[in-house]
Nanobody, 115 residues
Protein backbone atom coordinates (compact mmCIF):
# COMPACT_ATOMS: atom_id res chain seq x y z
CA UNK A 1 0.00 0.00 0.00
CA UNK A 2 1.43 3.36 -1.08
CA UNK A 3 1.42 5.93 1.70
CA UNK A 4 2.98 9.36 2.26
CA UNK A 5 3.06 10.95 5.71
CA UNK A 6 4.22 14.55 6.17
CA UNK A 7 5.52 15.83 9.50
CA UNK A 8 7.52 18.70 10.98
CA UNK A 9 5.11 21.56 10.50
CA UNK A 10 4.40 24.15 13.14
CA UNK A 11 4.59 27.81 14.10
CA UNK A 12 7.78 29.73 13.32
CA UNK A 13 8.73 33.42 13.39
CA UNK A 14 9.59 35.30 10.20
CA UNK A 15 13.23 34.68 9.33
CA UNK A 16 13.20 31.33 11.10
CA UNK A 17 13.80 27.83 9.81
CA UNK A 18 11.85 24.59 9.67
CA UNK A 19 12.41 21.15 8.15
CA UNK A 20 9.55 19.02 6.87
CA UNK A 21 9.65 15.26 6.33
CA UNK A 22 7.74 13.01 3.96
CA UNK A 23 7.96 9.38 5.03
CA UNK A 24 7.04 6.96 2.25
CA UNK A 25 5.91 3.36 2.28
CA UNK A 26 4.83 0.97 -0.46
CA UNK A 27 7.46 2.23 -2.92
CA UNK A 28 11.10 3.28 -3.04
CA UNK A 29 11.56 7.05 -3.14
CA UNK A 30 14.88 6.88 -5.00
CA UNK A 31 13.14 5.37 -8.03
CA UNK A 32 10.53 8.11 -8.44
CA UNK A 33 10.24 11.84 -8.80
CA UNK A 34 9.10 13.32 -5.50
CA UNK A 35 7.39 16.70 -5.26
CA UNK A 36 6.49 19.25 -2.60
CA UNK A 37 3.38 21.39 -3.04
CA UNK A 38 1.73 23.93 -0.75
CA UNK A 39 -1.68 25.52 -0.41
CA UNK A 40 -2.31 28.79 1.41
CA UNK A 41 -5.75 29.73 2.76
CA UNK A 42 -8.04 30.75 -0.09
CA UNK A 43 -5.36 29.99 -2.68
CA UNK A 44 -4.79 27.22 -5.20
CA UNK A 45 -2.25 24.52 -4.53
CA UNK A 46 1.14 25.49 -5.98
CA UNK A 47 4.34 23.69 -6.89
CA UNK A 48 7.21 24.25 -4.45
CA UNK A 49 9.98 21.96 -5.67
CA UNK A 50 10.92 18.46 -6.78
CA UNK A 51 13.73 15.94 -6.71
CA UNK A 52 14.36 13.36 -9.44
CA UNK A 53 16.80 11.00 -11.10
CA UNK A 54 19.77 9.03 -9.85
CA UNK A 55 21.71 12.29 -9.34
CA UNK A 56 18.95 13.84 -7.19
CA UNK A 57 18.36 16.75 -9.53
CA UNK A 58 16.22 19.42 -7.89
CA UNK A 59 14.17 22.34 -9.11
CA UNK A 60 12.19 25.02 -7.29
CA UNK A 61 9.62 27.69 -7.84
CA UNK A 62 11.25 31.11 -8.05
CA UNK A 63 9.77 32.39 -4.79
CA UNK A 64 11.67 29.81 -2.70
CA UNK A 65 14.97 29.57 -4.60
CA UNK A 66 17.91 30.09 -2.28
CA UNK A 67 15.75 29.55 0.81
CA UNK A 68 14.38 26.00 0.45
CA UNK A 69 16.33 22.78 -0.14
CA UNK A 70 14.89 19.39 -1.08
CA UNK A 71 16.76 16.19 -0.28
CA UNK A 72 16.05 12.51 0.34
CA UNK A 73 17.46 9.81 2.56
CA UNK A 74 17.16 6.53 0.68
CA UNK A 75 17.94 4.44 3.77
CA UNK A 76 14.96 6.00 5.55
CA UNK A 77 12.83 6.16 2.37
CA UNK A 78 12.09 9.78 3.28
CA UNK A 79 12.12 13.12 1.45
CA UNK A 80 12.85 16.40 3.24
CA UNK A 81 12.15 20.07 2.72
CA UNK A 82 14.56 22.39 4.55
CA UNK A 83 13.14 25.89 4.79
CA UNK A 84 15.03 28.98 5.94
CA UNK A 85 14.46 32.74 5.94
CA UNK A 86 10.77 32.01 6.22
CA UNK A 87 8.26 34.69 5.32
CA UNK A 88 4.59 35.10 6.27
CA UNK A 89 3.73 34.33 2.64
CA UNK A 90 5.17 30.84 3.16
CA UNK A 91 2.26 30.06 5.48
CA UNK A 92 0.42 27.10 3.97
CA UNK A 93 -0.33 23.43 4.23
CA UNK A 94 2.60 21.58 2.68
CA UNK A 95 1.94 18.35 0.78
CA UNK A 96 4.14 15.53 -0.46
CA UNK A 97 3.37 13.92 -3.85
CA UNK A 98 4.76 11.00 -5.83
CA UNK A 99 3.95 10.30 -9.47
CA UNK A 100 3.65 6.53 -9.43
CA UNK A 101 0.60 4.76 -10.79
CA UNK A 102 -2.24 7.26 -10.55
CA UNK A 103 -0.21 9.49 -8.24
CA UNK A 104 -0.37 9.75 -4.46
CA UNK A 105 -0.68 12.63 -1.99
CA UNK A 106 0.09 12.91 1.69
CA UNK A 107 -2.42 14.51 4.04
CA UNK A 108 -0.29 17.62 4.53
CA UNK A 109 1.37 19.43 7.41
CA UNK A 110 0.63 23.01 8.47
CA UNK A 111 3.36 25.65 8.42
CA UNK A 112 2.52 29.00 9.97
CA UNK A 113 5.01 31.89 9.78
CA UNK A 114 3.99 34.64 12.18
CA UNK A 115 5.47 36.83 14.89
Amino acid sequence: QVQLVESGGGLVQPGGSLTLSCAASGFTVSRHTMVWYRQAPGKEREFVGSITGPDDFTKYTTSVKGRFTISRDNAKNTMYLQMSSLKPEDTAIYYCYVRTGTGYWGQGTQVTVSS
